[in-house]
């Protein structure tokens, strides 16, 4: 099997899975504890937030652990709403192409009576600034954005709405979900004022993830207790931090040589594919992207179909649109694209990891290719019946 779908998570790798041992074996003991072992989990707990820290360019303080992404969206946005309760400044601003939590979350807070504005993306998968300059203003409570798009890897201009959010007085908050691991991301030089991430995007265990609260800001929490600093409450899942440090670690060793190795990887994949099947599209191809995420569209193929016919060829992918017992839903960002709904029910994610070999690209290449022309053709086919 050809793994190309590391957007949606990754393998732990050998150090991760060590350093989690240790933990569950050596640091069970609940860091708050004041008795030896409870110091013990304590220092461990330490450490690793020193190396998380180090890595995200954030100070320890900054650093608030979580189940994940998905709860860190949450405490951000709900912990923004919060700090602004009483002022003005009610209104949030979100991308259209943010992740579907982060978007449910929103109609979930709008059907409670809160303002929320979304701001469009072109036909590239980029973010109008222009409305973006429009929506940002005095009445504003968090523009929330992702830092790229996990569909299809276009990133968004964060340091234009750093400016923006900064000129409105209002903060930030930015989902790096799949920027850590895939660019070189420093929180301390980034104008953001809060960012999720998520361990298992960069070779770490699953149900661990951190909001980055930039010092000064006194969000509030989502889970009531006295751990992390009173910002988010219950006992550390102290494997899980472990493992997440030891992620970031191996990460940074090698980062600028895998970003360069995927990127020329998935050129070849992407212009593999555009080559050998005319029907291809490229989604965002003028874009800036992620340098391991290409997403395609087959003709209108629909993405469901094709990557059944990958999968059974040896090659794991994915797609936006999500399945459900009603067939293949179109995904919403390629709606938000300006792509009609059965175009946004073809687009078809490879994600490429830092262990992807270049003759397992080659050799994904070959079976897509033999994979997806037939069903092209016989697309063709069928269209050529119904004109008849
Ligand atoms: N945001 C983005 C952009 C993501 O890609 C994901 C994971 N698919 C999440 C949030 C959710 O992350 P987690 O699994 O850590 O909750």
């Given at each position: 099997?050809?793994?190309l779908?590391?957007?949606?998570?990754?393998?732990?790798?050998?150090?991760v899975?060590?350093?989690m041992?240790?933990a569950?074996?050596?640091?069970?003991?609940n860091p708050s504890?004041t008795h030896?072992?409870g110091?013990r989990a304590?220092r461990l707990?330490?450490?690793a937030?020193?190396?998380?820290?180090?890595f995200?360019?954030c100070?320890?303080?900054?650093?608030v652990?979580?189940s994940?992404?998905?709860?860190?969206?949450?405490m951000?946005v709900?912990?923004?709403?919060?700090?602004?309760r009483?002022?003005e400044r009610r209104?949030?601003?979100?991308?259209?192409?943010?992740?579907?939590g982060l978007l449910a979350l929103a109609?979930?807070?709008?059907a409670?009576g809160?303002?929320?504005?979304?701001?469009?993306?072109?036909a590239?998968?980029?973010?109008?600034l222009?409305?973006a300059?429009?929506?940002?203003?005095p009445?504003?409570?968090l523009?929330?954005?992702m830092?790229?798009n996990?569909?299809?890897?276009?990133?968004?201009?964060i340091?234009a709405?750093?400016?923006?959010a900064?000129?409105?007085g209002?903060?930030l908050h930015?989902?790096a979900t799949q920027l850590?691991g895939?660019?070189?991301f420093?929180?301390?030089?980034?104008?953001?004022?809060?960012?999720s991430?998520?361990a298992?995007?960069?070779?770490?265990?699953?149900g661990i993830?951190?909001?980055l609260?930039r010092k000064?800001?006194?969000?509030q929490?989502?889970?009531?207790g006295?751990q992390?600093r009173h910002?988010?409450?219950?006992?550390?899942?102290?494997?899980?931090?472990?493992?997440?440090a030891a992620a970031?670690?191996?990460t940074a060793h090698?980062?600028?040589a895998d970003?360069a190795?995927?990127?020329?990887l998935?050129q070849?994949?992407?212009?593999?594919?555009?080559?050998a099947?005319p029907e291809a599209?490229?989604?965002?191809d003028?874009?800036?992207?992620?340098?391991?995420?290409?997403c395609?569209r087959?003709?209108?193929?629909?993405?469901e179909?094709?990557?059944?016919r990958?999968e059974r060829a040896?090659?794991v992918a994915s797609?936006?649109a999500?399945?459900s017992?009603?067939g293949?839903?179109p995904s919403?960002?390629?709606l938000?694209?300006?792509?009609?709904a059965?175009?946004?029910?073809a687009?078809?994610?490879?994600?490429?990891?830092?262990?992807?070999?270049a003759?397992?690209?080659?050799?994904?290449?070959?079976?897509?290719?033999?994979?997806i022309?037939p069903l092209?053709?016989?697309?063709?086919?069928?269209?050529?019946?119904?004109?008849?």
């Open positions: 099997m050809i793994y779908d590391h957007n949606a998570t990754t393998a732990p790798s050998p150090e899975v060590t350093e041992l240790d569950l074996q050596g640091a069970w003991a504890s030896a072992p110091q304590r707990l330490v450490d937030r020193t190396r998380v820290a180090s995200l360019g100070q320890g303080a900054e650093l652990f979580t994940g992404a998905t709860e860190a969206n949450h951000a709900r912990g923004a709403l919060a700090l602004a009483g002022t209104r949030l601003v979100l991308s259209a192409v943010e992740h579907p109609r979930r807070l709008q409670e809160v303002p929320v504005d979304l701001i469009p993306v072109d590239q998968g980029r973010l109008d222009a409305a300059r429009a929506l940002i203003g009445d504003v409570a523009v929330s954005v830092g790229a996990n569909e299809t890897g276009v990133h968004l201009p340091a709405l750093a400016a923006l900064h000129e409105a209002c903060p930015v989902d850590v895939k660019s070189h420093d929180f301390a030089g980034s104008g953001i004022a809060l960012a991430v998520s298992h995007k960069l070779h770490g265990p699953k993830g951190a909001l609260v000064g800001l006194a969000l929490p989502l889970l009531e006295r992390e910002r988010r409450g219950g006992t550390e899942n102290l494997p899980g931090i472990a493992g997440f970031c670690e191996r090698t980062l600028s970003l190795r995927m990127a020329q998935r070849r994949l992407e212009s593999g594919l555009l080559q099947l599209r490229l989604l965002g003028a874009a800036e992207r992620l340098p391991n995420t290409c395609l087959f003709g209108t193929l629909d993405s179909r094709v990557l059944d990958l040896g090659v797609s936006g999500a399945c017992a009603g293949t839903q919403h960002v390629l938000a694209m300006g792509l009609s059965a175009q946004a029910k687009g078809v994610r490879f994600s490429l990891g830092r262990d992807t070999r003759d397992e690209i080659e050799r994904a290449l070959d079976a897509a290719v033999r994979a022309a092209l053709a016989r697309e063709a086919a069928d269209t050529c019946a119904a004109l008849d």
